[in-house]
């Protein structure tokens, strides 16, 4: 049996591919679940995604990802920035944690420099477009053998 990763995407990232795609590129989200989903069949793995604008949605769905998945990606979007629940709900789960941004944080406005997310990822990928969540993707198939 395939090993679940849930992925999960914070808030304005269901605007994808049309929202500032000089920051975001072009791609949709579906575009990015598709792309995971096939890469994990070919890692051995199964996506679970899901996706929100609300802070309590993704924490339920990280609390859920305790019994059914063995990792975690997730982009926070803002979230990253001001999420304490969001970092309490990923301290609370055991498995791999991986943390991706679209575009590279560090480059942009100061308030986005700092990712709470970051203090319980086994990773971060920052500024690789959307090919960050196939790194963690792989990342993943690693950590878990």
């Known amino acids: 049996m ?7 995407n914070g808030p ?3 605007l994808l591919g049309r929202r500032q795609p000089e920051i975001y590129g072009h791609e949709t989200l579906a575009d990015v679940e598709a792309a995971s ?5 070919e890692l ?3 996506i679970a995604a899901f996706q929100s604008n609300h802070e309590g949605a993704l924490v339920d769905r990280i609390q859920a990802a ?12 803002a979230y990253s ?3 304490v629940a969001i970092l309490d709900a990923l301290n ?9 941004h679209i575009s590279n944080i560090h480059r942009r406005e100061a308030f986005r420099h700092h990712s709470y997310v970051s203090q319980r990822a086994d990773g971060v990928i920052a500024g690789c477009g959307t090919e960050g969540y196939l790194l963690a993707l ?3 198939a690693t950590l878990l053998g």
């Open 81 to 83: 920035h001001t999420s």
């Open 44 to 46: 051995g793995l199964e």
């Open 12 to 14: 304005n990232l269901n």
């Open 2 to 8: 395939a090993k679940r990763v849930t992925l999960l």
């Open 92 to 100: 609370a789960f055991d498995g791999v944690v991986i943390e991706v």
């Open 66 to 77: 305790r019994e059914d998945s063995a990792a975690i990606i997730i982009n926070p979007g």
């Open 138 to 140: 792989r990342r993943i």
């Open 37 to 41: 989903a096939a890469l994990a069949a």
